[in-house]
């Protein structure tokens, strides 16, 4: 690993000031991304500004039910809070389901969004990579194309984003709060992770100087009644092929309100507006679940060794709906 | 920081992970390095009591924190009690990835004592009972390229149900 000068932060104020005077600085959290970034020369920084020491490490309720999380609150904490398990189940579940248990313990929420692609060719300094050097082409393109994307992709970039936590965040309407010298900043979860278009290496909406301070969930009653369920090629410690966060009330026989994201299929963790837009309203039986997922999914294109995904991914939509009903998504 | 109970100063770059602190600058090398990318689960200590990749930590991170290593967890001598397990069970082969086996399990059995869930845990609200396949879900950080997950994991159910075990003769036998 090349070697960076080191400087650890007491507060936010702080450690907005030091990356803001110095371009090629970069925070660091739990490590468990960045670290393993830096020892492959994948990430370069000149300089990193250690936030791990910040009291950013409480989950708090607000008034009206929803919660604040501190951007440090460490994975396996937020899993394991009891408001999350019981007012988020699908949050707590998408969380556990990821890395291995030694690295929630190290990770943190606002690293968890930030975390990049597990891409290979990404990783692979010999392949040519847009995200990693913009403008060097894509060797995943033609190359061993399993784990990609299969909606919102790119001729430039077919990477897919490996976070679970955030498809869950992304379903439940979470807002991230950013800081920088310039001020405080609030970006919908649904916005902060871009589409690759022409310029894959710009992957979130949060600027160089910008801070993860927290995340906030909304109150969402129908998030009660909700799962996340992840198809993987070994039954742990694996990143996602597909994966479903969806939550479900139904009331007097329709769909009262539903919630729906996806991971695995795209550069971001995608919210499934059309699907929703079809189920809200609707009768919650086994066609109308098939036939949100079949119009969610009609736009993907799949790559020569992922065709698999669309079929898997609606699939898996309509088993997390029908859990939830049996579950008691019917009042 | 403190290792093993005792007050350890040391002077490192930024970029030294916590576990080449370790090995390389404190000679403690039961605690061992497999993929160095969080991977394997070789190098697992436990600070402040809970378990993490120390190839994935910068020292420096975790100036004044309390790390327990192989080593150290031992008391007075006598074997902690996973260690017996471990041996009694056939819980490894080559041995390699056993330091960070047994640091995991001991984090492990800590977060299960405190209610953590798991993915495989059905009903996030309820107590667990820590089942082959609870043990399984929660030590998958943890890979043995000799395959003896029989034995680590019948260990760590010992351990757990306080059963001293007799596990002598193999399952198969019995
Ligand atoms: S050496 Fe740290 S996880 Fe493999
Ligand atoms: S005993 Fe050899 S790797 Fe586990």
Redesign the interface.
């Known amino acids: 690993m090349r070697s960076f000068a080191y400087v650890s932060a007491p507060d936010v104020a702080t450690a907005v000031r030091a990356i803001a005077s110095e371009p090629r600085a970069k925070f660091i959290g739990g490590g468990t991304n960045l670290v393993d970034l830096m020892r492959e020369d994948i990430e370069q920084p000149e300089t990193v500004v250690d936030i791990s020491g910040i009291a950013l490490t409480g989950v708090e309720e607000l008034p009206g039910g929803g919660l604040r999380i501190g951007a440090l609150v460490r994975n396996s904490h937020l899993a394991t809070h009891p408001l999350v398990r019981s007012r988020y189940p699908v949050l707590a579940q998408a969380i556990l389901t990821g890395a291995s248990a030694q690295l929630r313990n190290m990770a943190t929420v606002g690293g968890n969004l930030l975390q990049r692609t597990r891409c290979p060719y990404f990783y692979d300094l010999a392949a040519a990579c847009n995200k990693r050097e913009p403008g060097s082409g894509c060797d995943a393109l033609g190359g061993f194309t399993r784990n990609h994307a299969v909606l919102g992709a790119s001729e430039s970039c077919i990477a897919t984003h490996p976070s679970d936590m955030c498809v869950a965040l992304a379903a439940l309407d979470a807002v991230v709060e950013v800081e920088s010298v310039r001020g405080v900043r609030r970006i919908p979860l649904v916005g902060f992770h871009r589409l690759p278009g022409d310029s894959p290496h710009v992957e979130t909406e949060i600027a160089a100087d910008e801070m993860v301070t927290a995340v906030e969930l909304p109150a969402l009653p129908v998030a009660a009644t909700s799962r996340y369920r992840k198809v993987r090629d070994r039954a742990s410690f694996a990143f996602a092929l597909v994966s479903v966060a969806a939550a479900l009330e139904v009331r007097d026989g329709t769909v009262a309100a539903v919630r729906l994201a996806l991971g695995g299929v795209a550069a971001k963790p995608w919210r499934a507006h059309e699907a929703e837009r079809l189920l809200l309203g609707a009768a919650p039986t086994e066609e109308s679940f098939r036939l949100a997922a079949a119009a969610e999914l009609a736009p993907a294109v799949a790559q020569p060794h992922n065709t698999f995904k669309i079929e898997l991914a609606q699939r898996s939509i309509v088993a997390v709906f029908r859990q939830l009903l049996a579950e008691g998504g019917a009042a | 920081m403190r290792v093993n109970g005792a007050v350890r100063s040391l002077e490192v770059?930024?970029?030294v992970?916590l576990l080449d602190a370790l090995r390389d600058h404190l000679g403690l090398t039961g605690t061992k390095k497999g993929c160095?990318?969080?991977a394997c689960?070789a190098c697992?200590v436990l600070v402040d009591g809970?378990?993490?990749?120390s190839c994935?930590?910068?020292a420096?991170?975790y100036a004044g924190r309390e790390v327990v290593t192989i080593e150290g967890v031992a008391a007075d001598g006598q074997a902690h009690p996973l260690q017996e397990a471990f041996i009694r069970n056939d819980g490894f082969q080559c041995g390699y990835c056993t330091s960070g086996q047994i640091c995991?399990a001991i984090?492990?059995l800590a977060?299960h004592r405190?209610?953590?869930?798991?993915?495989v845990?059905e009903h996030?609200?309820a107590d667990v009972e820590l089942s082959a396949a609870e043990i399984?879900?929660?030590?998958?950080?943890?890979l043995c390229r000799c395959g003896a997950y029989n034995g680590i994991v019948e260990s760590i159910q010992d351990v757990a149900s306080g059963d001293p075990g007799d596990h002598d003769v193999p399952e198969t036998v019995r």
């Open positions: 770059e930024p970029r992970s160095n990318q969080g689960g697992t809970e378990r993490i990749n994935l930590a910068l420096v991170q995991s984090g492990m977060e405190a209610g953590v869930p798991s993915a845990t996030l609200a399984r879900e929660r030590m998958s950080g943890n």
